[in-house]
């Protein structure tokens, strides 16, 4: 099955690169093996893996856009081991990790456009004919060329309870929502204005 990224999905990530459209496969990929549909409110979840300062994260914004697990609606947490995977877990459906396989990204590293990125271009200032030289070539292979799957029937997330309660931040004056209320004297005050950490 050939999963492409929708039109859209480039002007929401902002440029054209080889890992959005990898991440879309990913989540795509992860919901097949479920045996779910695109998330439309607060049901799923994904874990990416990713961590900071690797460049490979453009990955996430494919998962989101396949998934419907986005940042927005707090269905989406790094995991921070920084390694290019993703776990997307469902109640009732179960869990799956899709981790990409050492084998393709040594593939893929011979590729022109990793030239440019290492030194230093952005994606946006590369040669589209360069960019799109990796990407063709990442569509054209399998799945099972690309990913490992791996069935988790042990992960469980308890995902925080929403609330809509909230207070008037006593010294700023803004609300701030229940969790977040800090008592200073007995009057709610919002964490800043408290003065203390989470
Ligand atoms: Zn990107
Ligand atoms: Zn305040």
Known sequence: MLDLAPGWANEFHGHHCPFMPIGYRMGRLAMRTLGVEREPDHG??????????????????????????????LLLEKTGAG??????????????????????????????????RKA?????????????????????????????IQPKPDFTYQPV???????RCVKCGEYVFERYVRLVDGQPHCVPCAGHGR
């Open 44 to 73: 799923m979840f994904a874990f990416p893996e990713i961590g900071v300062g690797h460049p490979q994260t453009c990955m996430v914004d494919g998962i989101q856009i396949a998934t419907g697990c986005t940042y927005g609606k």
């Open 83 to 116: 390694k290019l995977a993703v776990t997307l877990f469902k109640p009732g459906k179960g869990a799956v990790r899709v981790a990409m396989k050492p084998e393709f990204m040594d593939g893929m590293a011979r590729f022109e456009f990793f030239k440019y």
């Open 120 to 148: 230093g271009k952005e994606p946006s200032e590369i040669p589209a004919a360069v960019t799109n030289e990796v990407v063709d070539w990442m569509v054209g292979q399998t799945d099972d060329a690309l990913f490992i």
């Open 161 to 167: 309870k929403g609330s809509f309660n909230k207070a």
